[in-house]
């Protein structure tokens, strides 16, 4: 059984923004690897490491083999040429480059997805309510997350109606156009028709409410909470500005 | 009349304020874009490297928050029910396209139908809340939220402008939004990750790069050569989606109603 966080949502996200933002300024290699242990580790702790990798490689694999081709195999700039063949230019700059490049791309992607996995989703959602965020925010974030389920759920269904129905899209362009308008159109109108529906409903009982109103869910919050929150969200401006303001002076 | 059904009109906020802060958004925006282009940092990992990244990435998310925070308080209810609509198929088509081994991503559809059918307001709301959401399983996307608020926007004022009254303007129009949007999205791709999210992109990069290309202009070529066709298909498709609607649920929507957006097309 996966473990969620005992902390208000929005400690986490300010946690994770400081520690990205800071990592990303420093640009030091071994800082960034702590950082993604420190995520991995993190991630065992709430019986998810292996869903973290799995995601994050999803992410990163692509990423990391662009970052390659562009800076570790097409360097223009680099003066140690490892090996040259054609346009290809492998130089250790380059791959300096492309490894940095990936690190960072590396502790966005990690930090992300951690809070994604320590943070419960209905947590998120309560703290958006009663934070002073406009009371549609809350709502759309609310409704997205529970209606991508459901639509996947049918679109799979329509899926199976169409084979029960002997409608084969075929081969080439035209089967693929043909399964996508398969799929989409009764996806996508049933889908607005329920939306349409909907609103009336909401609308009915005053959608969105203006006033206070009261929750039924709370959210875990304390005082020393509120101040971890401020430093991180401090932290997340000078921690940048502290580590780069040499370089700039340096610059200057 | 009120938008609800049962209760007095409110007003929702200060019409100076939000303007104020969809302007203070495109501000900020055209004003990062601009000075990019201009100065072109050359190193990527240097201290001035970080400092553009970081400074690229917080100047674009803030300006698609600020055009998020002018624009939704003033949604109406039916804008809003359609909305997680439009984020939930975004992901769903995306992922089903995805999976068919097909160049495409089509991963903005359903913004594109909420900009043809609620305007370009609600098409900008759509695009940051789609990234935002979608940031919550690939925080990669995350800087690119004001490149998804300008095809929500362009999609809207391409509607009004009567691009649903006639079937084949609609790609013309997709082709155009995808210039933009490529163009408005490079230097995030260049400078806050150093390329592109996929191999066969970065290939193309790195083919540019080998020409003597800098790196945003190289990225921005790739970016030429991938979106415009994308955004043609999907508002080809969205289009095609909006003829395929019951003109009661088409003409439910104010937008299309005062902008007679769909022409001939909507009187079925």
């Given amino acids: ?252 | 009349m009120s938008p609800n059904l049962i209760l007095p009109q409110t007003a929702t906020g200060h019409p100076l304020r939000r303007r104020m802060l969809a302007a203070a958004g495109a501000l900020l925006l055209a004003g990062t874009y601009t000075a990019l282009v201009l100065t072109q940092p050359t190193g990527l990992t240097d201290g001035l490297g970080q400092t553009v990244a970081l400074a690229t990435f917080a100047a674009y998310l803030a300006a698609a928050l600020l055009l998020l925070a002018a624009v939704l308080p003033e949604l109406p209810v039916a804008t809003l029910t359609l909305i997680p609509v439009a984020l939930a198929l975004n992901i769903v088509l995306g992922q089903f396209v995805g999976s068919v081994m097909v160049p495409l991503y089509l991963d903005s559809l359903g913004t594109v139908l909420v900009g043809f059918l609620a305007g370009r307001r609600a098409g900008a709301a759509t695009g940051v809340l789609g990234t935002l959401i979608w940031s919550l399983f690939n925080p990669t996307v995350l800087p690119f939220a004001a490149g998804a608020a300008l095809v929500g926007f362009l999609a809207g004022t391409a509607a009004r402008f009567g691009t649903l009254r006639r079937p084949y303007l609609a790609p013309v129009a997709g082709l155009a939004v995808g210039v933009l949007v490529g163009v408005l999205s490079a230097p995030v791709a260049a400078f806050v990750f150093g390329g592109t999210s996929g191999v066969g992109t970065g290939a193309l990069v790195a083919a540019f790069r080998s020409m003597g290309d800098s790196l945003l202009s190289a990225v921005t070529k790739q970016a030429l050569i991938s979106d415009p066709g994308d955004k043609a298909i999907v508002f080809l498709l969205a289009a095609l989606l909006i003829y395929a609607l019951p003109g009661r649920l088409s003409a439910g929507f104010a937008f299309v109603r005062r902008h007679n957006v769909l022409g001939s097309h909507g009187s079925k």
């Fill in chain 1, 1 to 252: 059984m996966p473990r969620t966080c005992q902390l208000h949502p929005f400690t986490v996200l300010a946690l994770a923004a400081a520690v990205t933002a800071t990592t990303t300024a420093a640009g030091r290699w071994w800082l960034s690897v702590a950082v993604l242990l420190a995520c991995l580790l993190l991630a065992a702790w709430a019986r998810r490491a292996r869903r973290l990798a799995g995601l994050a490689a999803a992410i990163l694999a692509p990423a990391w083999g662009s970052q390659l081709l562009i800076h570790g195999m097409a360097d223009t700039a680099g003066g140690h040429v490892l090996a040259a063949a054609g346009p290809l230019r492998i130089t250790a700059e380059g791959l300096a480059t492309a490894g940095a490049l990936g690190l960072r791309t590396g502790v966005l992607v990690a930090a992300g997805l951690l809070c994604t996995l320590l943070i419960d989703r209905h947590e998120l959602i309560a703290a958006v309510d009663l934070s002073p965020a406009p009371p549609q925010l809350g709502y759309l974030l609310a409704a997205t997350l529970f209606l991508l389920p459901a639509l996947e759920r049918r679109q799979r269904a329509i899926g199976q109606a169409q084979s029960l129905r002997g409608a084969t899209p075929g081969g080439g362009p035209r089967g693929w156009f043909r399964r996508v308008r398969l799929r989409s159109v009764p996806l996508v109108l049933g889908a607005l028709q329920d939306a349409a529906d909907r609103s009336a409903h909401l609308a009915a009982r005053g959608f969105p409410a203006a006033g206070p109103h009261t929750r039924l869910r709370e959210v875990q919050d304390s005082a020393a909470q509120r101040r971890v929150r401020r430093i991180a969200l401090a932290c997340t401006v000078l921690g940048p500005v502290a580590v780069l303001a040499p370089s700039w002076m340096g610059a200057a």
